[in-house]
C-alpha cells in the first residue's frame, strides 16, 4: 500500500469504517485507557495473552477517522505480536510521522496500512490521533501479567 | 482623532481587516477562531516594537531616563485599560500573564479569605481556566464548590440561583459570554442576586472584550478579568479589574521582587494594589501592546459593528439549521448572543471537519473548547466552532457553508 497526498484516503475511511477489533474481551491480560487531551477522545485497549504474545485485542475508541483507523489496523494486526514488536511498530510509526523516516522493510510488507498514515505527517496537532490507539496498546500490554520480551517485529501467523 | 480612527470610522469590515497585518497578506483566508485567539491590530505590534526600539528597559526599578521612558509607558497602558473598563481608577487594574492568570490570581488571594466551608458558585459553562482553579481551592481549603446547570440552550439555569447559593456563598465565578455556545450570562440578575446574599461576583470576559469595551461598574461586578490576545492585542498579557478595597483586602498571590513594600530576614510587607499582584518583571511590552489594541478599539463605532457582527450570526445560524443532520450549540439568533456558533454534526469529527475546512482556506477549532462539563452536559464528546469577529464579513460565512458540504462528501 503507498501513501497518497490526501490525509482522508478511502483506505483510511474503510478501516474507520470497518473498525477491526471493536468491542470488549471476555478476560484481559492487560487493559488501558487514553484521552487524547486536545479534543477528549478515548481509547480504551484490551489484550489477552498466549505466553508472550498477543492472542486477541479490543478495543472501543471514540474519535477522529485517523483515530478509528489506527485502532481498526491494530485490531487487524496486534494479534501474533509481542509487547516489544508493539514497542518496535509504536516506534517506526513515531519516527515516520515526526521525521519522515520509512518504516522498516519487514514492518511495511507485514502491516502496510501503517503507510496511509504518512500524510498525517505534514500535520503535527494530528500526530496523536494516529499514535493514541498504539499508545494505548503499550500501555496495555505494560499492565498485562505476562509482556513479551522478544524484541524486533516478527510477522504474526495468519 | 488618530489616523486609525479615521480609518475605521465607518466600521466596514473591508477596511478593519486591512488593519490587521496578517489578514492583509493572506486575502484568501477566511479567519473564523476568533474565540481562541483574535489577530493582532497593526496599532498593538507598533507600539510593541516602538517600545522595544525606544524604551525598553525594566519598570518600578531605574531612575535613568530609559527607565523612566518605560515606567511611564506600562502606567499609560493601566491608565487606558482603566478606561476601556470604566474602572473607577488605575490601581484597579492588575497586569497579568492572561485571563487564566487573572482568575487564578482571585482563587488564590481572594480564596484566601475564604473558610472551610464557605461557597463559591460557578457554571457548568465555565471554560476551564475558570473551572480548574476552584476545584484546586475546595481541595486546598474545604470550600464547598456550586455549579449552577445549564438550560439546554446553553443559559445558565439562572433560576436556581437563591437554592444554588445557600446560606454561606461569598463569591460567584462566572463566563460573561460563553467560548461555545456564544450564550451571554444575565449579568443584572447575578449580581442582584449575590448583592442580596452579599456575595462578591467575578466575571470571565475573555470572550466579551473583543466585542466591545465594558463597562465594570454599570454591570456591578467586584472582579473582571480578560485576555489581552483575544481582543486584537498581543499574546503573554492579561488584566484583572478588582474593586480598590477588595483589592487592599486580599494577600498577594505570588511572591517576588516588585509586590513589596519591604524585606527583612525576619519578615516581609505587602506593596498596595496593583503592584502587590505583579511579583517580578511584568509583561511591559505586552501591556503597551495591550493598551494601543485598546485605544483603537476605544474609537470604533461599536453599534455599526455589533450589527454586523450579530447579521453575520444571523447569516451563519440560518445556514447551519439547512444543513441535515447537523445539530447546533447554543442560543437561537434571536437571542442576544456573541457571534460564537458551535455545531455537531453526527458521524463526523470535528478534527476531521476542521482539517478538511483548513484545505479551504477556513481557520476553526473542533476539539472539548476546554469546556468539557459543558459539552458534557449538552451531550456531546466535542464539537466544531465558528466565531466571529469585527474583521469578518458575508463571505466568510458563505465560505464555511460551502466547504461544510464538500467536508461531509469528503469524510464519507
Known sequence: ?158 | MGASTLLTGCGDANTLRAEFPLLAAAPELHYLDSAATSQIHRSALDAVLHHETTSRANVARGTYRLAEAADLAFENARRTTARFLNATSADEIVFTSGATASLNLVAHAFGNTLQAGDRVLISVAEHHSNFVPWQMLRDRIGIELALIPVRADGQLDLARLPELMGSRCRLLALTHCSNVTGARTDVAAVVAAARQAGARVLLDGAQAVQHGPQDVRALGVDFYAFSGHKCFGPGGIGVLWGRHELLAAMPPFLGGGGMIGGVTPALSTWAPPPQRFEAGTPPIAQAIGLAAALEWMLGLPWPQIHAREDSLCRQLIEGLRAISDLRLLGPDAAVSRAPIISFEMPGLHPHDICQVLDTHGLALRGGHHCAQPLLAALGVESCSRASIALYNDAADIEALLSALDAARRELT
Open chain 1, 1 to 158: 500500500m503507498s501513501a497518497g497526498d490526501s490525509l482522508y484516503q478511502e483506505a483510511i475511511k474503510q478501516f474507520a469504517q470497518a473498525a477491526h477489533g471493536h468491542g470488549q474481551l471476555a478476560q484481559a491480560a492487560g487493559e488501558a485507557r487514553l484521552d487524547n487531551r486536545l479534543c477528549g477522545d478515548r481509547v480504551r485497549m484490551q489484550v489477552a495473552l498466549a505466553a508472550d504474545t498477543i492472542s486477541a485485542v479490543a478495543h472501543e475508541t471514540r474519535g477522529c477517522l485517523l483515530c478509528r483507523a489506527a485502532a481498526s489496523s491494530i485490531g487487524m494486526h496486534a494479534p501474533g505480536q509481542d509487547h516489544a514488536g508493539i514497542v518496535a511498530v509504536t516506534q517506526a510509526l513515531q519516527a515516520m510521522l515526526e521525521n519522515g523516516s520509512p518504516l522498516p522493510a519487514s514492518l511495511a510488507a507485514h502491516w502496510p496500512e501503517l503507510a496511509m498514515f504518512e500524510p498525517a505527517r505534514a500535520h503535527p496537532s494530528r500526530h496523536k490521533c494516529v499514535l493514541l490507539p498504539f499508545q494505548a496498546l503499550r500501555e496495555a500490554l505494560e499492565k498485562s501479567t505476562a509482556a513479551g520480551t522478544s524484541g524486533a517485529f516478527a510477522a504474526p501467523a495468519r
